[in-house]
């Protein structure tokens, strides 16, 4: 017998994975034409913005509003010259805006930070905590052999310090509060598990400008995992350490010594 809370949920299920593949064509387009591709990034958040304020389903709603951020994090990162700054100043220009949006959708939808992973974890999951951050370094050198970006900066600790504490906050801390925090809190709410994998397809087909189908599976995968770690402890603070020093490995590290 299907009941109505069955209906809801594959309501929402196949209006989530009609976004998902909409995020994913736009993605794709930009890889041949990077202004068509902010185009259709910029319907998408247009058309999600429309359908939350139509749907009278109000976990729908406020999910489909704060699915805005995954393509607005790629309008604003094609459409931000990065020429005219360096490397690690574009992301840092970059991140502030996306923070804006996150912590404007936190405090209009009245969301607890213990929510979002804002939150230390408890003494009985340090163990996973810890582990985690330590897969970071072997996860970093993987990446790095997908991807091979080239020297960013020269290897020294003074040149070092302020890359890698961007890298901490503009992209470890930033992803992980938006994917694992808020992305996860409203998707977990609409799809039960299936939103851990939905968020977690949706970061690794974020990464497919680097035009590389190992990396996205590899961006998906990690992200899988550090759902599953969020899910388990709470806290986000974890997998922020353990993504900033894949960051850290892959552009700043590796380069200098495979």
């Known amino acids: 017998m299907v009941t109505l809370t069955d209906n809801f949920f594959h309501k929402r299920l196949v209006i989530s994975l009609a976004y998902l593949v909409c995020i994913t064509c736009a993605e794709l387009l930009t890889t041949r034409s990077p202004g068509y591709g902010i185009t259709f990034h910029g319907l998408i958040i247009f058309a999600l913005f429309i359908h939350s304020s139509l749907t009278n389903d109000q976990d729908l709603s406020k999910w489909l509003i704060v699915l805005i951020i995954a393509p607005l994090i790629r309008i604003l990162s094609l459409s931000t010259p990065s020429t005219q700054f360096s490397y690690f100043a574009w992301f840092l220009i970059i991140s502030l805006p996306i923070y804006i949006a996150v912590f404007t959708c936190i405090r209009i939808q009245n969301i607890d930070l213990k929510d979002v992973g804002l939150v230390l974890p408890k003494l009985k999951f340090l163990p996973i905590e810890i582990a985690t951050i330590f897969l970071a370094f072997p996860l970093g050198l993987m990446e790095y052999y997908i991807l091979k970006p080239g020297i960013i900066v020269e290897f020294s600790f003074e040149a070092m310090v302020i890359p890698s504490l961007i ?33 977690s397809a949706l970061f690794g087909f974020l990464h497919i400008g680097n035009l590389s189908f190992s990396d996205v599976f590899f961006a998906g995968s990690v992200g899988f995992i550090y759902s599953l770690v969020v899910r388990k402890t709470g806290s986000i603070y974890g997998v922020t350490i353990s993504h900033g020093i894949i960051n850290i490995m892959l552009f700043l590290i590796a380069p200098h010594y495979f």
């Open 167 to 199: 890298m901490i906050i503009s992209t470890g801390f930033l992803e992980e509060l938006s994917f694992r925090g808020l992305l996860q809190y409203h998707a977990t709410r609409t799809m039960g598990f299936y939103g851990i994998i939905f968020i």
